[in-house]
């Protein structure tokens, strides 16, 4: 059985539903069909990057 890939946009999507309380993160592994770590490393890989992200702003002001 194929994975089920998602673009970045998307990824960031589903996290931006979770994160405004529209869904829980154990209806959105229902919704979506995707396991339970996969959204947690999701999250982790955006904290990570936001916070470089913040990180470089900050350096360069």
């Not at 890989?45 to 936001?50: K, L, P, V, Y």
Request: glycine share 4%.
């Amino acid at each position: 059985m194929p994975r089920n890939k998602r673009n970045a946009l998307e990824k960031l999507n589903i996290l931006q539903e979770i994160e405004a309380g529209h869904i829980e993160v154990r209806v959105a592994v229902k919704k979506y069909g995707c396991a339970m770590s996969t959204l947690a490393n999701w999250q982790l890989i955006n904290f990570i990057a936001s916070t470089a992200t913040a990180a470089v702003d900050a350096f360069f002001i």
